[in-house]
């Protein structure tokens, strides 16, 4: 069964840190690109960062710039996502997601071909 499932999400103090993991089965993730998506109640899902399979420069949204990493170890089949410096408006459902067709195509979420069933990121003092 080809899944990808993320972890590390949780409740955290402004300021705070987390790190998110997405693991796949079923499939190598060598081959795609790698994209987290956030989406909060009654707003579309908007792509976080995305990393593609060959080397290249990762992309990160607006938001996310200079606080949030992503990565990836094809070793481990996962992908991660560093969040630091954490603030309220970064609260969400953050999913993970793979597309062969590489970044920014993966940062569109009607293109995407495989999705994690999402982890809640709650950020509050």
């Known amino acids: 069964q080809v899944q990808l499932v993320e972890s590390g999400g949780g409740l955290v103090q402004p300021g705070g840190s987390l790190r998110l993991s997405c693991a796949a089965s079923?499939?190598?993730?060598?081959?795609?690109?790698l994209a987290w998506f956030r989406q909060v109640p009654g707003k579309e899902r908007e792509a976080v960062s995305c990393?593609?399979?060959?080397?290249?420069?990762?992309y990160y949204s607006e938001s996310a710039n200079v606080r949030f990493t992503i990565s990836r170890d094809n070793a481990k089949n996962t992908v991660y996502l560093q969040m630091n410096s954490l603030k309220p408006e970064d609260t969400a459902v953050y999913y993970c997601?793979?597309?062969?067709?590489?970044?920014?195509?993966?940062?569109?979420?009607?293109?995407?071909?495989?999705w994690g069933q999402g982890t809640l990121v709650t950020v509050s003092s």
């Open positions: 079923g499939f190598t993730l060598d081959a795609y690109a």
């Open positions: 997601a793979a597309d062969r067709w590489g970044c920014p195509r993966a940062t569109n979420p009607k293109y995407v071909e495989i």
């Open positions: 990393i593609d399979s060959s080397d290249g420069s990762p």
